[in-house]
């Protein structure tokens, strides 16, 4: 057999500053590796991550006990998105293609009360938990700045009036929510709620 020059036959066994084995026949450019265990600990994190791999597929894969990081995503989106069955009032996106009448208020308990929740999420901020107002107008007296009826409360909603400080809530709220909120606003009228902001606009008498 031929002579292997990059594998000097004569290397010694230990190294002689630290008295630690060399490796054998494992040499490049002069340099050696030690035959050290690595520490304790670094082995037991080694093996502790290969259990906690081998459990954790068997748990979210064999057994699909829990949901995946994708499931977990749709489920919160979900949440967030309220669809026509549950159109609570934590906001949403526009439902475009529903047909509403918004030629007249509901007058049922459910949908009034649904958008007494919309309100109160979303408005009451502004126009205060009875209406009353305090940034927003007084929602509760016949004096309206852009029309007392149905339509104008809608459109007011739908459009909001930026340079004033009432966004438009096209895009926060649900048509369906739209079409309860601006019911709920009408069932205020005449409420009197204690402290109400001044009337402003101008007077609204709903032809009966
Ligand atoms: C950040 C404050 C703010 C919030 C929140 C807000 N509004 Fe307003 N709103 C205003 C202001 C200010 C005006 C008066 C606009 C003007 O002067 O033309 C107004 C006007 C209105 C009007 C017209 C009143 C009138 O006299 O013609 C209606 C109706 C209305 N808001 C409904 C709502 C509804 C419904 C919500 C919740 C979905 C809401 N607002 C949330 C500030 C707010």
Known sequence: MEENNLQPKNLPDIDPLTNDKFVPHHEFDGIRELANNPPWWLTFIFIFSLLFAYVYIAKYHFFGDGDLQKTEY??????????????????GIAIADVNIDFSQPLSDEEGLGKGAKVYATNCAVCHLAEGQGLV????TDEYWLHGGRLEDIVKVINEGVIEKGMISWT??????QIHQVSSYILTLQG????????????????ES
């Not at 749709?74 to 906001?91: H, K, R």
């Not at 895009?171 to 369906?176: A, C, D, I, R």
């Open 74 to 91: 749709e489920n919160e989106m979900a949440q967030y998105m309220p669809d026509e069955e549950d159109d609570s009032a934590e906001g």
């Open 171 to 176: 895009n926060q709220l649900s048509k369906v």
């Open 136 to 139: 927003g107008p007084n929602l």
């Open 191 to 206: 409420t009197n709620p204690p402290n109400p902001k001044a009337p402003e606009g101008e007077k609204y008498v709903p």
